[in-house]
């Protein structure tokens, strides 16, 4: 399926600093509650299964890019603002997406 470039437009993706990350045991799988600074959007709120190649205190610091346009999430007690976006490794496990240089946080994807 193909989409417009309008279509594209629509999906509002951004650059956030992860401020604080922890274990996010009442989870159904394996994720973290992560806390992100997206610049003039303040912070947001989110919840990733990303636990296979990231601890909590490495994550403090990473920038990612994350979509902030669709609805929140109630995931169990967390409600979920952005969704961080990643891509499968070769056993499916997700691996963040981030710019290769240090951007201003709340940048969007163009």
């Given at each position: ?19 604080r990350a922890e274990p996010f045991p009442e989870a159904r799988k394996p994720a973290f509650r992560l806390w992100l600074d997206v610049g003039e959007l303040g912070e947001k ?66």
């Open positions: 399926m193909t989409i417009g470039f309008d279509d594209f437009l629509k999906v509002d993706i951004r650059v956030a600093t992860i401020t709120k989110s919840s990733a299964q990303i636990t296979r190649h990231y601890a909590p205190e490495a994550l403090i610091g990473r920038q990612v890019l994350c979509v902030v346009n669709f609805p929140p999430r109630q995931i169990g007690p967390v409600r979920s603002e952005v969704l961080v976006l990643g891509v499968p490794d070769a056993e499916g496990e997700v691996v963040l997406i981030s710019p290769d240089q240090t951007v201003p946080n709340g940048g969007r994807l163009f």
